[in-house]
C-alpha cells in the first residue's frame, strides 16, 4: 500500500506536504468531473515533472488501431480509447519573468482538499523562486453540474517578501496527445482558433470519428480585491492561445484571477452553433460569478447526499472510504443521457480506452437503482438495447447467425473494440450480466413493462447465442461450453467454467418465462416482438432442453462445484502460501505460471452465488467461500466486494471487514500499486454494495424487499438510505438495535430478519 499520505477525514481527500513521487497518484485521488466532463487534478501551472495531463469528454472517443503481431477471424481492428481532450484549466505563472515550476522550486505549506460534501478541489503552498522571491499560490476549481459545459477556477497569488511584476498567462492547449495511444498518434484536427478579448476558443476535430468539439475560456482579474477592466495580450500557436496579465505589485498585494472555461461538443449541438453555446456558457458563468457558482455547485451535492450518503460512526477510514467510492460514482454518470456509460476509470486516466464494460450490468446497476430515479439505471439498459443491432453483428463476425447477439466486452458505440483474444472471443458471460441487469431492474423497479417495450428483443437475441454457443456432449450426456475464460481471467481457454454455464442455463430459463409472460399479459407487443425478430415457438422448447441439461463441473469426493474441469489438476496451494514478494503475481509472474496456477483473479463460482444466492442454501454458499476464498489473489478490483458481500451472508464479519476495507480503500491505499493510472470507478458501486447488500444484508429476489444487518465490531453504527417503488427508507444498525425508517408516505412492506412488517 503505497497512498497512505491521504489524511482520513470524514468529508474530504486531504494531502498535506509536497511530494514528487506523488504527483501522479494524486492527480488521480482529487479527479473532478460532473457526469458530461472530467478531468485528473493537474496543476494549474507549469510543472516539468511527471504527470498525466488528462481532460475527458463523455463520449467523444477514437479508434485507435488495435496493436497486434498477428490477427485473427473477427478479430476487432480497433480499440476506443475516451480522448485526452484538450487542456483548459492552464494558468502559466512568472514573477519577475521567472516561470513558476513547483518541480524546480522550493515548496512550503503544500495542502490539497477535495471536498467531496461540497464537490470543489482546493490547492494552497507557499513558493520560493531560485532568486529568494516568495509567493503564495491558492486554487479551487469545480465542474459545474448546474452549466455542464463549464469549469470554473478561482486562482490567487500574493507577492510575499518582494515587488516587481506578477504575470498570469491562462491559455488553452489543442495538442494534448494520449498516453495510451498505440502508434503515438496525435488524434485531433485543430480547424480554428479565435481570440475575443477575454475570451479565446480552440475549434477542432477528432480524426475518423469526426467529432467537433470547442473549447472555450473567459478570464476576468482582480488585484487585491478590484476588479481589473483589461485586455490581455494574446499569442496565438499552431495548436494553442494564450493571454497576458502582467501586473505590478508591492509586497502584500494579491491577484486573483478568475477563469471559467470547458467544452461544447457535436453530440449536442451542431458543429456551427459551437462557438456560440461555448460563449454563451461562459457569460452565464461570468454573470454568475464564482461564488454564485460554487453556492449552486454546493447545493447540488446536498442533494446527492441526501438519499446517497452512507453514514459510519466509529470508524473514520471507512467512513473517508465509502464516501469517496460514492462521490466518485456520483461525477462520472448522471443518468441524463442514455448514449452514455461508465468507464471503468471513468473520467480519471486512459487505461482500458474508457470505454463499457460488463461493470456497469454486474455492479452499477443496483447502486443507481438505490438511490436515483429509476430512469437512471433504466437509461443504462436502453444503452444496452440500442446497441443490439451492433450485438448481432459482433457475434455474426464470429459465425453465430438467427439474430444472435455478444455484447461486447469492451466498446464505444455497439462495437467490440477488445483487442485481447482471449478475452474478445472467450469472455462471454458478458452477455448474462446484460441479462442479470434487466432482472435486476424489474424485480427492484416492479417495472415489468420494461420487458415487453425493449428487454424481450435483447433476452431473444442472448438466449439465442447461448444455444448456439454449446455443444451437446455424448460423453457427458449433457450440454457443454467449450473454450471460454470466466471471470476468472487467470484461467484462459477452458471447458465448463462453471459461472459461464450457470448464468447461460439462467438467461435460458429466464427467456422462456419472460416468452410465456408476454405472449400471454402482452399480446400485442409479442406478436410485433415476433415479427420483427422472426421468433418460433419451437426455439422455446429448445432453450428449455438446453437449460435442463446443461453440464456443470464438480468435486466427485465433496459437494464442490468446480470453476472449470480441469481445476483439480493443478497444485492447490492456498495465496497465504506465496512470498510477498511474489504478489500481486500479475506483476511478477510470467502469464504462462498465472494460467497454470490455481490462483483466482476475482469472484468466479462465488459471483454466480453472489447474483443467485436464492438458488442455493447457506451451508452450499460457505463450503465454496471457505474452499475458493483461500485462493483469491483479488488482483481485480471487482473481486473483494463480492467476497465481502459472500462474507456477510455466511456471517463471516471479520472476513467481510478486512475485505469491505481492501475495496472501499483500493485506491486511497493503492492496493494494487497503479492508481497513477485512474481510479476504478465501477468497482466503486462494489464498495457501496459491500455496505448495503454485504453489512446491510439487503435483499430483493421474487420481489420482496429483505434486510439481515450485521456490523463490524470496529464500527458504532452505520445508517443508509435506499429508494424502493416510490419510497424512500433510512436503515440504521448499531450494536444493540436495528432501526428501519419510512422517509416518504408510501406504504412499504419488507421483512427484517426474515419478520414480515408493513412500514
Request: proline share 3%; hydrophobic share 35%; charged share 25%.
Amino acid at each position: 500500500m503505497n497512498n497512505i499520505y491521504i489524511v482520513p477525514d470524514e468529508w474530504s481527500i486531504i494531502e498535506n506536504g509536497f511530494d514528487k513521487e506523488k504527483v501522479s497518484a494524486s492527480e488521480s485521488l482529487f479527479s473532478i468531473g460532473n457526469g458530461y466532463m472530467g478531468q485528473r487534478a493537474n496543476f494549474e501551472e507549469t510543472y516539468t515533472g511527471e504527470s498525466l495531463q488528462g481532460s475527458y469528454i463523455g463520449g467523444i472517443y477514437y479508434p485507435d488501431k488495435t496493436r497486434v503481431g498477428w490477427w485473427k477471424n473477427g478479430y476487432p481492428e480497433y480499440f476506443a480509447k475516451v480522448l485526452n481532450a484538450p487542456n483548459w484549466i492552464g494558468i502559466d505563472v512568472k514573477i519577475n519573468g521567472q516561470v513558476l515550476d513547483i518541480n524546480s522550486c522550493k515548496v512550503e505549506n503544500f495542502y490539497r482538499e477535495l471536498n467531496m460534501k461540497e464537490g470543489w478541489l482546493k490547492r494552497s503552498f507557499i513558493s520560493e523562486m531560485p532568486n529568494g522571491e516568495r509567493i503564495s499560490i491558492e486554487s479551487t476549481r469545480f465542474l459545474s453540474f448546474d452549466i455542464k459545459e463549464i469549469g470554473a477556477i478561482q486562482y490567487q497569488v500574493e507577492a510575499l517578501n518582494f515587488e516587481g511584476s506578477i504575470e498570469l498567462i491562462p491559455y488553452l492547449d489543442g495538442g494534448i496527445v494520449n498516453e495510451d495511444a498505440n502508434y503515438d498518434e496525435f488524434f485531433w484536427k485543430i480547424l480554428d482558433i479565435k481570440d475575443q478579448k477575454d475570451e479565446a476558443y480552440i475549434l477542432s476535430e477528432t480524426l475518423k470519428t469526426k467529432f467537433e468539439v470547442c473549447t472555450g475560456m473567459k478570464s476576468i482579474l482582480y488585484v487585491n480585491g478590484e476588479k481589473q477592466e483589461l485586455t490581455p495580450q494574446s499569442q496565438v500557436f499552431e495548436k494553442k492561445i494564450k493571454h497576458h496579465y502582467k501586473i505590478d505589485v508591492k509586497q502584500g498585494e494579491q491577484l486573483s484571477l478568475y477563469k471559467y472555461a470547458g467544452y461544447t461538443q457535436t453530440m449536442n449541438h451542431s458543429a456551427g452553433e459551437l462557438q456560440q453555446v461555448m460563449q454563451e456558457a461562459l457569460q452565464k458563468a461570468a454573470n454568475y460569478g464564482f461564488e454564485k457558482l460554487l453556492k449552486l455547485q454546493i447545493e447540488y451535492w446536498e442533494k446527492i447526499w441526501e438519499t446517497s450518503d452512507i453514514k459510519i460512526a466509529g470508524d473514520i477510514k471507512a467512513q473517508q472510504a465509502i464516501r469517496f467510492n460514492i462521490f466518485q460514482l456520483n461525477q462520472t454518470y448522471t443518468g441524463k443521457d442514455a448514449r452514455l456509460n461508465i468507464g471503468p476509470k471513468g473520467f480519471t486516466g486512459e487505461k482500458y480506452g474508457g470505454s463499457t464494460y460488463w461493470d456497469t450490468e454486474a455492479y452499477c446497476i443496483p447502486f443507481y437503482l438505490s438511490t436515483k430515479r429509476k430512469k437512471v439505471a433504466k437509461n443504462l439498459l436502453i444503452y444496452r438495447y440500442n446497441h443490439l443491432e451492433k450485438a448481432i453483428e459482433n457475434a455474426a463476425k464470429l459465425g453465430f447467425k438467427n439474430g444472435a447477439a455478444l455484447y461486447p466486452m469492451v466498446t464505444m458505440n455497439g462495437e467490440e473494440c477488445h483487442n485481447e483474444w482471449e478475452i474478445t472471443f472467450e469472455e462471454i458471460h458478458r452477455n448474462g450480466a446484460i441479462i442479470y441487469a434487466i432482472y435486476n431492474y424489474v424485480n427492484y423497479t416492479g417495472d415489468y413493462s420494461y420487458i415487453p417495450e425493449y428487454g424481450l428483443e435483447v433476452i431473444i437475441a442472448v438466449a439465442r447465442f447461448w444455444t448456439q454457443r454449446v455443444n451437446y456432449s455424448e460423453a457427458k450426456k449433457a450440454y457443454v461450453m467449450l473454450g471460454v475464460t470466466g471471470p476468472n481471467e487467470y484461467e484462459n481457454n477452458v471447458n465448463n467454467n462453471w459461472y459461464t454455464n450457470y448464468i447461460a442455463k439462467w438467461c435460458l430459463d429466464y427467456a422462456a418465462e419472460n416468452i410465456k409472460k408476454v405472449k400471454k399479459e402482452y399480446p400485442d407487443d409479442f406478436q410485433s416482438i415476433v415479427k420483427k425478430v422472426n421468433w418460433q415457438d419451437k426455439e422455446l422448447d429448445k432453450w428449455v432442453e438446453i437449460a435442463q441439461n446443461m453440464f456443470f463441473p464438480q468435486d466427485k469426493e465433496r459437494p464442490l462445484f468446480l470453476q472449470q474441469c480441469g481445476f483439480l489438476d493443478k497444485e492447490i496451494k492456498p495465496v497465504d502460501q506465496l512470498p510477498a514478494s511474489e504478489r500481486p503475481i500479475n506483476q511478477n509472474w510470467s502469464w504462462d505460471r498465472i494460467l497454470r496456477s490455481c490462483y483466482i483473479k476475482q469472484a468466479d463460482v462465488l459471483q454466480g452465488m453472489y447474483f443467485f444466492e436464492n438458488h442455493f442454501d447457506t451451508d452450499t454458499i460457505k463450503n465454496h467461500f471457505d474452499y475458493y476464498e483461500p485462493l483469491t489473489v483479488h488482483e481485480s478490483s471487482l473481486s473483494p466486494c463480492v467476497y465481502s458481500i459472500v462474507a456477510s451472508k455466511i456471517n463471516n464479519i471479520d472476513k467481510a471487514y478486512e475485505l469491505y476495507l481492501r475495496t472501499a480503500r483500493l485506491d486511497l491505499d493503492d492496493y494494487n500499486n497503479e492508481v497513477d493510472e485512474g481510479l476504478h470507478i465501477t468497482s466503486m458501486a462494489g464498495t457501496w454494495l459491500s455496505v448495503v447488500q454485504g453489512f446491510g444484508g439487503m435483499r430483493n429476489f421474487n420481489n420482496e424487499l429483505s434486510f439481515k444487518p450485521i456490523i463490524p465490531k470496529e464500527w458504532t453504527s452505520y445508517a443508509f438510505k435506499v429508494k424502493y417503488r416510490g419510497a424512500i427508507l433510512e436503515i440504521y444498525k448499531s450494536h444493540k438495535e436495528v432501526k428501519i425508517t419510512n422517509l416518504s408516505d408510501k406504504k412499504i412492506t419488507l421483512f427484517l430478519n426474515g419478520e414480515k412488517i408493513n412500514l
